[in-house]
């Protein structure tokens, strides 16, 4: 249990959420689903209930908390719904976080209140065709052209594209002819230089906003650069590690979500006269999906505190998103075959939980990227301990 990392207000707003979730979602999840349609409703609904901006400053219309309390959600909104979840996810650690960090204030009043209070959904573009992993592999171009900025070039992989009322992104700066490293800037969505394509039709998180975007000759005032011009590439990194952390929390909310459904049917089916829990061969399955999610739930809480406490967190979110994906991934496999042939049928819930849990392995940095990032950073804690 997690619960020695939660005080009050924190085990309130679990509370909540898990209410909210189990009497708003859990009746439309599959409808949700197996429609690819986009939650707008429940969205809505999350914003008047504060969740839409959790960590923020209630200066500009957060709800004042930290990332402990907004993990807490991401994980009991996982359990039910991923799609939901990352839509959250990515409007809080992608779309708002960037313009906390590093936005001027009059970016901040502009910004903030609308995207914390739902009003307007966050979206973050980084990932291009060549550009995936090799993050600084940019193709998008920023050039400097009097006092706007003209950009070209395009984005994949972009959740919440096509519902958002601002994008912020990532180009290559170039001012006068020169390279000046990567920028980030933040778009509008009705700025007419911006071509969003229809949602992908993807294998899981099918009722999320996933689109290509497109800049062709897009015109910036320079109110719309984010931070110094070359300051992009720290801003994205400084993202990605709040991000890893909440697909942390997602990734223990898909694998609770999944080992629950697994362990209730096996509660409730019987064979030779007995529940099939009461088979080791079962039983063992359930027994490794509960100590592996608890292991998650204990590197997810770790960064989240650690990172309130103002530590840079980038070993341990790295580590918590690693294991706690494929934690996922693992238990939403043996989840299926807990439930045998039922688990591969769509009116149960364990197909959807495989189908969603896979992304958790790719997003925010896939599994080979974490275990990259890690290893950077043992090997800077053995250097400075042979510096000694």
């Known amino acids: 249990m997690i619960d020695f990392f939660l005080n009050q207000e924190q085990r309130m707003l679990r509370e909540m959420v898990r209410d909210f979730a189990s009497n708003e979602i859990t009746p439309v999840v599959s ?10 409703a429940i969205i809505a609904k999350m914003g008047a209930l504060g969740l839409m901006g959790i960590p923020f400053p209630e200066d500009y219309g957060g709800s004042g908390m930290d ?74 171009t920023a050039i400097r052209e009097g006092g706007e900025w003209i950009l070209n070039g395009g984005k994949v992989f ?5 519902k958002a009322g601002i994008i ?14 990567i920028g980030a800037f933040i778009i509008e969505a009705d700025n007419p230089g911006l071509k969003i394509s229809p949602p992908e039709k ?12 497109f800049f062709e000759d897009l015109r910036l005032s320079s109110k719309q650069l984010l931070g110094e011009p070359a300051e992009g590439f720290r801003t994205f990194l400084k993202t990605l590690m709040t991000g890893r952390i909440s697909i942390g929390a997602l990734s223990c909310g898909t694998a609770e979500g999944a080992y629950r459904a697994a ?25 490794q999906m509960a100590t592996e999610i608890e292991a998650s739930k204990l590197l997810v809480y770790q960064a989240a505190k650690k990172y309130d406490e103002g530590h840079s967190v980038v070993r341990e979110a790295a580590m918590a998103k690693l294991f706690a994906s494929e934690t996922a ?23 959807r939980y495989f189908r969603d849990a896979k ?8 599994s080979e990227v974490q275990k990259i990032v890690i290893l950077r950073e043992i090997l800077k804690s053995l250097d400075r301990a042979i510096s000694f």
Request: overall charge negative.
């Open 263 to 287: 362990l209730n049917y096996s509660n409730e089916r019987e064979a030779f006269g007995k529940p099939i829990h009461r088979f080791q061969s079962v039983g063992f399955k359930l027994s």
């Open 202 to 213: 993807k294998m899981g998180w099918n009722a999320s906003d996933t689109c290509q975007i």
């Open 67 to 140: 990332y402990v309390s907004y993990s807490t959600a991401v994980f009991e909104i996982g359990k039910v719904c991923a799609s939901t979840a990352i839509t959250m996810a990515a409007h809080t650690s992608l779309g708002m976080t960037p313009i906390y960090l590093v936005g001027t204030e009059d970016q901040k009043r502009r910004y903030l209140p609308p995207l914390a209070s739902g009003e307007m959904i966050g979206a973050f573009g980084l990932t291009e065709e060549g550009a995936g992993s090799d993050a600084a592999a940019t193709k998008t």
């Open 359 to 366: 992304v958790l392995t790719i997003g925010e940095g896939t």
């Open 168 to 181: 912020t992104v990532t180009a290559k700066v170039l001012e006068d002819g020169d390279d000046k490293g």
């Open 31 to 40: 409808e949700l689903d197996e429609k690819g349609e986009f939650p707008s």
């Open 158 to 162: 972009t959740t919440n594209a096509g």
């Open 329 to 351: 991934m693992r238990t939403a496999t043996e989840a299926i075959q807990v439930f045998g042939g039922y688990g591969y049928i769509k009116e149960y819930p364990a197909e």
